[in-house]
Each structure stands twice: as structure tokens, then as C-alpha cells.
């Protein structure tokens, strides 16, 4: 990502940024006019009249009817003005162009699937064409919490909600690497739910998107656990690296010795591993809680195995 | 201001009672003052009542609005002759406690004494008849929430429907919430009737009564919107 | 035998005051006198302050840096939760109106007492219920929802839930029973001569906060109720796993909590003209246009709920709505800021530690107003909305606005509550290392925000790291202010000088007509209102009549004359005197 963002604001990278951005600075350069005025007032009124004795004894003074309607009808022109013109910058921000390329993108506790229609799918990972009106279709995970989508040098963003469908609509204008945050509060993993949006050239895109439609049955079943690894958003709670998260770390983890709360303990074999993917409070290792893990006995077969020949992998 | 007043300039504690009559509080100047005051309060929170039903008359709209024919199916289930029975019976109690204002304000005790004892058995009985309207529907299995389980006929084919628990969770939820402000109607209403029969009160001096009078018929009037939406519509 | 009173309590070496008069702790914990209610409060919430302030030191403590960590992911989110609904449910909904309000609100008007005492107390033991709640929720589990408790998220909580939303459920019907009887007091107990027009502008605030209490609180109390209910039945109504809908309960928290923020800074802006009219001492410019925008903004503020909602998945339509109303509700707000500033014009003005903090409060409340605007923008909106600049707006409307008008009337009203003057020197050092450090922390969140920075992030990515220095840096400072202050305010308590009757030399009856430390019942003798309440020039009484200077608003005064009762105010006509 470089670094052209001024003072107040990122980077702007979609078509709408351009006119937020305007918007923006009107009412803040508008905003800091009256700031100041009010401010320079004080100053020089609280100054001008200090108190001189204690027994100053000022006149009464008589209101003004103008000058009290004039600051009445001022800032309510300059308000609704400020209003229709945030009105068309929604109005457009809300409007999906009909030619508009599609994505599904699925929210999780903690992070991002989304689907291209070319059958490509990717996990935290959003790939983008530059210069094409591109609309996202997003829902939460049944049985999941709100979460948000938030790409803030796009300067678009929209609630994610389980059971329903919203969408966002923006187009990039320049290639490069952009962030994606999860705004709306989801849990203990909120602040990990980032995401990286890659802008590509049009034509790149196309080539890309091309490639990226996965034939599953070709991978190998390590290969597989690692797609399912993403796809089912393991990675928000279990590392890779031996770092501590939500859950215990993969790495390392086949056949070493399981603790557990009631003290009991059990080597962690494929079994085990099993388990532990389908009925996951069945066991739980010290120091984590029951029921944080949903479980996952909704894979086929050859996805359990795939992971737990993943797991095994993680040394 | 009013003339007749207490001396409200002193402030020597031991005079001020002597010319207070026993129920005015020493804050006020006149029992004209009290009363109003008490009034003005009970009507402010007779507007609260108001409010907290009103987000549960949302959320019933709301639902129904989006769900009309789940709520049609399960509103015919609830037995609208008991329904309508009850909005009788909580009618005449109203007409009692208006009745009982009345009385004391002739200085009549006994028959104070009398209308507010009759509403306190017509409110028993609202709620002898609401207890039977819920065992009907515990019995087939109808519960708020999770626990909603329709058996036997005539509910079974519910279980079908969805945002049928909907409507039975805003249903109970509803005549619960109401039904716990009959209780602490009979409560308030009873104690009028000890204290009037005590002789607390007098034509002079009624505001308690007149108080759960009011309270009594805020119940009433929630009750009256409750009834067409949840048994008729 | 008003003579025969008044002999009596000069030949006592110290006269009966609300202060020594019933002192055991029994009689305190079963007052009726508002003004001892008043200090209850002030001291519960004073401890609520101190535990929700030390959290949000422990939220800036986390985030200093991003390589720096004093707790766990859950920890932290369990942190500003608590930090959240402590503040805006347990502290600044009941602060101004519960101690300032309890306090004044009555020698303001020339009453007794509120119009219900008993219930006055009764909501004191409702709160401080609502507070044991509270202290059950932290005991019996995690409570980690943030101060929204937006479903399904908080429905998939444990019990700790139910608890907390049990004790916003209660501590709810103290609010009500504070807004109930400031109604009926402002209505039915003000003293002769008291018109409408001549009600101190603080009054006016009360009565409009009191509306917004009565009408917007019984919605959170069902709400709260619906959402326990959904917690131990499944009842399904706002949890979409059970057919619900998340949105419903967004509408249903905000329709009370967006009003809830007039609560909060409705008696504010009453303290403000307070503050600048005696301080200036000067007639309030526009007093009407600032009485009756407080009640147009109570009564708007109940039309805007939604404009927390932009980008929740509500109707693109009802946004429109929303964010015109929205615009709509600056203006009275804007007018109020520019009244202020007028009345200055031709004063005299007296930059004593109140006064520092009422200009305080018009440099950060136009920043919080202003930017106010700019999340009200809908396309700005967007990108803005649950971001840091929301987190900034809001601090800059709730603690920029209210506790800084809060520290302003404490400061004023203090030589009246406790009859001891604090250091003024000490007072002016504070009011700015409060002004100082609350810009720089939160002025940087607003940078932060529009930056993209999204709230209630454990974790952070590095572009954000020097802001959140600078803001934790800023956070120190205003809490060494807020810390000062509690120091000079104990030590005054014991050390401080004694207050004369009116120190501010102020129009008002709590300063015109009450002893420096007011008799239980308030006043000697019924007061008559004869002027307005900022009238300075018919005011001989505040500049001692002849000019003897005894109380001509230099914080001194004889020590003789501190406890008579003052007799240069008008009284009422005596009645047992002309029968």
C-alpha cells in the first residue's frame, strides 16, 4: 500500500473515494471556519471584558432580533445544503451499477470467504479487477454474530447480518493492496478479522480468476486440509506458528500429550484429531473453554481426512 | 397562590404542624399543592406504562406485519369467548374502582369499602381466567421460545408454521407483563380498602384512592388493545 | 417567633445547616432532604467515575503501542465493556441530574424539597440496587458485549447478560423517578413570583432532561427485559439463529439511547448558562431561545434514533429521514453555543475555575457538535461509522460536553454544598491539564478514525501505532487533571476556607437567599421572585446593597456574616404577620 493518504485521510482507491473525499473536507473546512470564528469570539469577548473590579457592575444588554435570526437561518442553509449533497453521495454509494461484477462474500467469527463466479474462492483474500463496478453480496454464517465490512480506502462499508443478504458496490481505480476491516464488534478475534484486498489490471484479473477455479478433487489430501483450513476459518483460532490464540496452536500438536481439565490426558492421535473436528467439547485442553468451537460435522469425509492429514503435517 | 394556606414564611419546625392537616407533608404550602403534585406524578408515570408496552405493540406489529398469515393461524388458536369474557370482567372492575372515588368522595366508607373489594374479586378473576386460558395452551405443548412444542389436534399442524412461536413468545410476553400489573393492582387496591376501612380517608383527603383508581384504569386501557390484536385480528 | 428563630440561631455558635443536623449514618441512609440525597449520589457516582476511568486507562494502557500488551484479547473487550455501560448507564445519564439537579433544583425554584421525597430516596436505592447488579454480573461471569449488547452477539453470552441488562433494567426506574419528580417539582413547587420566564436556565435543562428520562427510559427497560427474556427462554425475537431480527433490537436500543445523549447533556447546557451568566454577569443573550431549544431538542431527539443505523441494512429511505432530522437537531444546538458567546458582549467577565471550565466546554462541545455533523453526513457517514472518529465524537459531546459542564457546576455549586471554598490556584491548574489532555487524546481519535482505524480493536495495524502513543500519552495527562482535582476537592473538605453565602456574587435564589450552608429546609423564609434570574442590575443584594463588599464575588466575605440569614433578598409577604 503507498502512502498517499493526506493528514484526515487514507489513500482513496474507488471511484466513490473521490467524492466522499470532497464531501468530506467541505464540511471540514466549513466546519473549521465556524470552529475558529466561535473560538477567536470567546477568546476576544472573555478578554476584551474581563473583569476589571469586583464591583463592576456592567448594563444590561438588549438582544437582538437580527442578529438572532441571522444565526438561526445561516447554519440551517448551510446544514441543508450539506444534507442533499451527502444524500447523492449516498444515493450513489447505494446504487449498484446493473453491469456490476459479482462476488459472494461469507463473514465467519473471525474472518472473510468470498466466491467468484467463475467457482474461484478465497479466504481473507479479496481479489478485485481495477475499473470494473464490482458489487459484493455478503452474509453472516448461520448462526453467527453481525460483523462489518469496512474497506477504508474505498471509503465504503456494510453490516454483515446472518439470514439475510446485504451488498456494497464499489470500483477500484487503482491496482495495488488495500486493507479490509471488520467494524462491527464480532468477539475475541474482531481485531484479527483483517483481510487484504488485491486490486489487479483488468486483464490480470481475468487470467487470475481463471487459474484459481480449484478443481478439489486433484488436490492432494494435504493440499485439501489446507484449502478446508481456510475455507472453514480455522485459522482464527488455531496457528500455525505455535502462537497462542482462541485455541490451542496446530503446530506441533499430532501425537503430543493432550491435558486435559478434568486431569485426564491422551495422546493426540488421527482419532483424536477426529474428534476433536466433530464433537469438539468432547474434549477440551486445559486452559481453553467449551463450547467456543462450533463443530464441524457438517464436512464430507474426505474433508475430515484432509485436515486431520493437515494437521499432522503442522511439525 | 392560594389564602388558606399554612404559614409557608416560617421556618420554626414546632409551629408549622400545628396548623397542617395530618396528611400534608411539610414540603407543601397547601393540600391543593399535594394533590396536584401527586396527580401530575401518577400521570407521568401512567405515560411510562404506556411506553413499555408500546416497543412490545411495535414488535408485535412489526412481526405481524412480516408474518401475517403465521399470526392469523396462531391467533385463531386462543379462545376469544374467554378473551372477551375477561375484557367484561375487567371492564366492570374499572366501573368499581370509578364507583369507589365516588363513595369517598360522600364521605361514604362503607361503600367504599365495598366498590373496592369488588374490584379486587373481579380482578381475582381475570386472572383465574387467564390461568386457564394458559394451562389450555401448556397443555398442547404451547410455551414461549425454544420450549414451543405444538401436540394434539388443532395445534399440531403450528409446529409447520414458521414465526408461529413468534407470535406465542409476543403473546405471552404481553398478558405476562400485564398480568403482573394486575397482581400489583389487587395489591394497591387491597390496601385502599384496609385503609379506607381504617378511615384514613375522607371527602377531604382521597388522593391514594384516586391514584390506583387511575392505575387500575391504565391496566384496563392496555388490556382493551391487547384483546382485538392478539384474540381478534 | 420568626425573631425568637432568629435570635436563637445567633446566639448558637454554630447554626443549624442540612450538614449538622441529623448526622448518623441511619438518619443520612433515610433522608428526605434532597440535598443530602444529593451527596449520595455525588459519592456513588464519584466511585462508578474513578472504577470506569481506571478502565479506560487500562484500554489506552493496552493500545499504547502495538507491540505492548497488559491483557488478553477477551480481557480487553471485557474492559470497554465495562468502561461503556458503566459510564453511560451508571455515571453520566444520572450524574448532572442526580447530584447537581438533586441539589439545586429546589433552591433554584425556592422549594422545600422536591415534590416527592420518599421517592427521591427510593430512587437512590434503586441505583445503588442497579449498581449491585452490576457487581454480580462482573462476579458470576464474562460480560464482554460492549455497552450496545447488539444481538445475536449478546444473546450467545452467558449469564453475566442477564444480569447486567437486569441492572440496566433497574437502575432504568431511577432515572425515571429523578425525571418524574423534577416534572412535578418544576410544575407545582416554585415559589411565589417564580414564572416561567424567570426559571434559571439550569431549571429549564433539568425540565427538558426530565422529559426525555420519563419517555425514552421505560424503552430500554422492555428492551433490556426482551433481551433476557430472549437469553433464558429463546423467545426469538431479536436473535436470527431463532427466526429474530438484529435490527429490531438496534432500533429498540437506540429509540432510548441516541435520547439517552440529550439526557446526558441537556442539564449540561443548563449548568453552561449557569456558569457564563453569573461569571460574565450578564443577562443570559436569547435566555428564551436557549429555555425552549433544550425542550425542541428533547423533543427531536426522539426522531433520530436511526442515524446510528446508516449502514446496519435499514431502508436507504428511512436513512434520509434520519439524517435530515439529524441536521435538523444541530441547529438549536448551534444557537445555544452562540448565545453564550453573546453574553459575554458588555459583561464582565471573571475567569474564575467554573468559568475556565464553561469555555472549555464551548471550544470542545463545538468541536463534538461540528463533528457531529460531519457523521450525520450520509455518505461521509459510511465511511466514518464505527470507526475511531465516532469513538472521538462522542467523547468530545459526552466528556467534553457533560463531565466537563458536570466539573464546572461541581466547582460552583461546591462552596454551597460543602461550605468550603477550594484552591483556586490548584482549580485553574486542573481545569487546564483537563482541557490539555482531553484534546490530545482524543483529538488524535478523530484523526485515527478518519484514518480508518475501526473501534474496539485488541490489535492494530502498525500505520496506527503513533496516534494511539500520542492519544495514551494525552489520557495520562487529563487523568493527572482529573486526579488533582479529587485531591484539592478532599483536602478542601477539611482545610479548605469557609464559603461565604455567595462567593460568585450570583442572581440566583441557591446563592441570593440561602445561608452559606443551607438549613435543612432550605430557606428562613418563602422567597418572592421579583426579577429574572440573571437580572444582575435590579440585583443590589448580590453587591451587598451599599457596595460594603461583603459579598461582591471575590471568593471572600466576614466570617460573621457567612452563616445569617440573608436579608437583603425579597421575601414573601408573611401571612401570620398581616392576620
Redesign the interface.
Known amino acids: 500500500m503507498n502512502d498517499s493518504g493526506t493528514f484526515w485521510l487514507p489513500e482513496a482507491a474507488s471511484t466513490v473515494a473521490a467524492e466522499v473525499d470532497g464531501l468530506f473536507y467541505f464540511v471540514y473546512w466549513a466546519s473549521a471556519i465556524i470552529f475558529v470564528g466561535v473560538v477567536a469570539a470567546m477568546i476576544y469577548l472573555a478578554y476584551k471584558y474581563r473583569r476589571r473590579d469586583p464591583n463592576d457592575r456592567p448594563e444590561p444588554v438588549e438582544e437582538s432580533r437580527l442578529l438572532e435570526i441571522s444565526w438561526i437561518v445561516v447554519p440551517t442553509i448551510l446544514v441543508l445544503l450539506v444534507f442533499t449533497w451527502g444524500f447523492q453521495t449516498f444515493v450513489t454509494l447505494q446504487t449498484a451499477p446493473p453491469n456490476a461484477y459479482q462476488i459472494q462474500g461469507q463473514a465467519y467469527s473471525y474472518g472473510w470467504n468470498f466466491e467468484y463466479p467463475e467457482g474461484a474462492q478465497t479466504t481473507d483474500e479479496l481479489y478485485l479487477p481495477a475499473d470494473r463496478p464490482v458489487q459484493v453480496r455478503l452474509s453472516s454464517r448461520e448462526g453467527d454474530v453481525l460483523h462489518s465490512f469496512y474497506l477504508p480506502q474505498f471509503r465504503v462499508k456494510q453490516d454483515v447480518l446472518p439470514n439475510r443478504y446485504t451488498s456494497v458496490w464499489f470500483e477500484a481505480t487503482e491496482p495495488g493492496t488495500y486493507e479490509l476491516f471488520c467494524t462491527e464488534y464480532c468477539g475475541v478475534g474482531h481485531s484479527q478479522m483483517l483481510g487484504e484486498v488485491n486490486v489487479l489490471p483488468a486483464d490480470e484479473f481475468d487470467e487470475w480468476v481463471a487459474e484459481a477455479g480449484i478443481n478439489e478433487d486433484e488436490l492432494s489430501l494435504v493440499e485439501l486440509g489446507e484449502l478446508q483450513y481456510q475455507r472453514n476459518g480455522c485459522q482464527g483460532c488455531h496457528s500455525l506458528d505455535g502462537s497462542a490464540m482462541a485455541g490451542p496452536t496446530f503446530q506441533g500438536l499430532y501425537a503430543s500429550e493432550r491435558a486435559f481439565a478434568d486431569a485426564s490426558s491422551v495422546e493426540a492421535d488421527e482419532n483424536y484429531l477426529r474428534e476433536s473436528i466433530i464433537e469438539p467439547d468432547a474434549k477440551v485442553v486445559e486452559g481453553y473453554g467449551s463450547g467456543i468451537m462450533p463443530s464441524f460435522a457438517h464436512l464430507s469425509e474426505r474433508d475430515v481426512t484432509a485436515l486431520v492429514e493437515f494437521i499432522k503435517e503442522q511439525q | ?1 392560594s ?1 388558606e ?1 399554612a ?7 414546632e ?1 408549622e404542624h400545628d396548623h397542617h392537616p395530618p396528611h400534608l ?5 397547601s393540600s391543593e ?1 399535594q394533590f ?2 401527586a396527580k ?2 401518577m400521570w ?2 401512567l ?3 404506556i ?6 405493540f ?2 408485535y406489529a ?2 405481524r406485519n412480516w408474518n401475517p398469515m403465521a399470526f392469523a393461524e396462531a391467533s385463531s388458536t386462543l379462545d376469544w369467548v374467554l378473551g372477551s369474557v375477561n375484557t367484561i370482567v375487567l371492564l366492570t372492575s374499572s366501573l368499581t374502582v370509578a364507583l369507589s372515588i365516588h363513595f369517598i368522595q360522600k364521605n361514604d366508607k362503607q361503600k367504599t369499602v365495598i366498590s373496592l373489594l369488588s374490584t379486587l374479586v373481579l380482578a381475582g378473576g381475570f386472572l383465574v381466567i387467564k390461568y386457564f386460558e394458559y394451562m389450555a395452551k401448556f397443555e398442547h405443548g404451547i410455551y ?4 414451543f412444542a405444538p401436540t394434539g389436534s388443532g395445534y399440531e399442524y403450528l409446529a409447520a408454521i ?2 408461529v ?2 407470535f406465542f ?2 403473546y405471552f ?1 404481553m398478558t405476562g ?1 400485564h398480568g403482573v400489573h394486575v397482581v400489583i393492582g389487587m395489591g394497591l387496591i387491597g390496601w385502599m380498602a384496609w385503609r379506607a376501612h381504617r378511615g384514613d380517608f375522607s371527602d377531604e383527603w382521597y388522593t391514594p384512592v384516586e391514584l390506583t383508581g387511575l392505575y387500575w384504569h391504565i391496566v384496563d386501557i392496555i388490556w382493551i388493545f391487547l384483546f382485538p390484536l392478539l384474540y381478534l385480528v | ?2 425573631a ?2 432568629h435570635a436563637a440561631s445567633q446566639t448558637d455558635a454554630e447554626p443549624r445547616t442540612y450538614l449538622n443536623h441529623e448526622t448518623s449514618l441511619w438518619e443520612w441512609l433515610t433522608t428526605k432532604d434532597h440535598k443530602k440525597i444529593g451527596i449520595m449520589y455525588l459519592i456513588s457516582l464519584a466511585v462508578v467515575f474513578l472504577v470506569a476511568g481506571l478502565l479506560a486507562m487500562a484500554v489506552r494502557l493496552e493500545l499504547m503501542s502495538p507491540d505492548f500488551s497488559i491483557m488478553s484479547a477477551s480481557q480487553y473487550n471485557q474492559t470497554f465493556t465495562m468502561h461503556g455501560i458503566m459510564m453511560v448507564f451508571l455515571f453520566i445519564v444520572p450524574s448532572i441530574p442526580a447530584i447537581l439537579g438533586n441539589f439545586v433544583l429546589p433552591l433554584q425554584i425556592g ?3 422536591v ?3 420518599r ?1 427521591n430516596l427510593a430512587s437512590w436505592y434503586v441505583y445503588i440496587a442497579g449498581g449491585a447488579l452490576t457487581v454480580t454480573a462482573l462476579l458470576v461471569g464474562e460480560l464482554s458485549t460492549g455497552w450496545t449488547f447488539y444481538t445475536p452477539y449478546s444473546s450467545q453470552q452467558g449469564t453475566a447478560v442477564i444480569f447486567m441488562t437486569g441492572a440496566i433494567f433497574v437502575s432504568g426506574f431511577a432515572s ?1 423517578f429523578t ?3 423534577f ?3 418544576i ?3 416554585r415559589a ?1 413570583g417564580m414564572t416561567w420566564n424567570r426559571l434559571p436556565l439550569f431549571v429549564w435543562g433539568l425540565y427538558a432532561t426530565s422529559i426525555v428520562q ?6 430500554v ?3 433490556m ?2 433481551l433476557i ?1 430472549e437469553q433464558t ?5 431479536f436473535d436470527p439463529a ?4 438484529p435490527i ?1 433490537f438496534q432500533h ?1 436500543f437506540w ?1 432510548y439511547s441516541h435520547p439517552a445523549v440529550y439526557i446526558m447533556i441537556l442539564p449540561a447546557f443548563g449548568i453552561l448558562s449557569e456558569l457564563i451568566a453569573t461569571f460574565s454577569r450578564q443577562r443570559i443573550f436569547g435566555y428564551r431561545a436557549i429555555a425552549l431549544s433544550s425542550v425542541a431538542i428533547a423533543m427531536l431527539g426522539f426522531l433520530v434514533w436511526g442515524h446510528h443505523m446508516f449502514v446496519s441494512g435499514q431502508s436507504a429511505i428511512s436513512s434520509i429521514v434520519f439524517s435530515l432530522i439529524t441536521y435538523l437537531i444541530g441547529i438549536p444546538s448551534g444557537i445555544k453555543i452562540f448565545n453564550w458567546i453573546a453574553t459575554m458582549y458588555k459583561g464582565s467577565v471573571w475567569l474564575q475555575t467554573p468559568m475556565l471550565y464553561a469555555l472549555s466546554f464551548l471550544f470542545l462541545f463545538t468541536i463534538g457538535g461540528l463533528t457531529g455533523i460531519m457523521v450525520g453526513v450520509l455518505g461521509v457517514d459510511v465511511h466514518l461509522h464505527d470507526t475511531y472518529f465516532v469513538v472521538g465524537h462522542f467523547h468530545y459531546v459526552m466528556m467534553g460536553g457533560s463531565v466537563i459542564a458536570l466539573l464546572g457546576g461541581m466547582h460552583y455549586w461546591w462552596p454551597k454544598i460543602t461550605g468550603r471554598m477550594y484552591n483556586e490556584t490548584l482549580g485553574k491548574i486542573a481545569a487546564g491539564l483537563v482541557f490539555v489532555g482531553f484534546n490530545v487524546t482524543f483529538f488524535t481519535q478523530l484523526v485515527l478514525g478518519s484514518q480508518g482505524m475501526p473501534r474496539r480493536y485488541y490489535e492494530y495495524v502498525d500505520r496506527f501505532a503513533e496516534l494511539h502513543m500520542i492519544s495514551t500519552i494525552g489520557s495520562f495527562i487529563l487523568a493527572s487533571g482529573l486526579f488533582l482535582v479529587l485531591g484539592y476537592a478532599l483536602h478542601s473538605l477539611f482545610y479548605g476556607k469557609k464559603a461565604p453565602q455567595n462567593p460568585w456574587a450570583a442572581a440566583t435564589l441557591e446563592w441570593t437567599n440561602v445561608a452559606a450552608i443551607p ?1 435543612p ?1 432550605n ?4 422567597p418572592l421572585v421579583t426579577r429574572g434570574p440573571y437580572d444582575f442590575h435590579k440585583a443590589d443584594e448580590v453587591f451587598g446593597g451599599s457596595g460594603d463588599g461583603q459579598a461582591r464575588g471575590d471568593g471572600a466575605g466576614s466570617d460573621a456574616s457567612r452563616l445569617a440569614p440573608p436579608e437583603a433578598a425579597p ?6 404577620a398581616s392576620a
Open positions: 397562590m389564602t394556606t404559614p409557608a414564611t416560617t421556618e420554626s419546625v409551629t407533608q411539610h414540603h407543601f404550602v399543592q396536584d403534585s401530575l406524578g407521568l408515570f405515560i411510562t406504562e411506553l413499555l408496552f408500546s416497543a412490545l411495535v414488535a412489526v412481526y414461549p421460545g425454544e420450549a414458521p414465526y412461536p413468534q413468545s409476543i410476553v407483563i | 417567633m420568626e425568637a428563630a422549594a422545600k424539597d415534590a416527592f421525597p421517592l425515571i425525571g418524574l419528580n416534572i412535578v417539582t410544575h407545582k413547587m411565589p420519563v419517555l425514552a427510559t421505560p424503552v427497560g422492555i428492551t427485559l426482551l427474556l427462554l429463546q423467545i426469538g425475537i431463532l427466526g429474530g431480527d429490531l429498540f429509540f438549613d429546609h430557606f428562613t423564609s418563602t421575601s414573601a409577604p408573611k401571612e401570620d
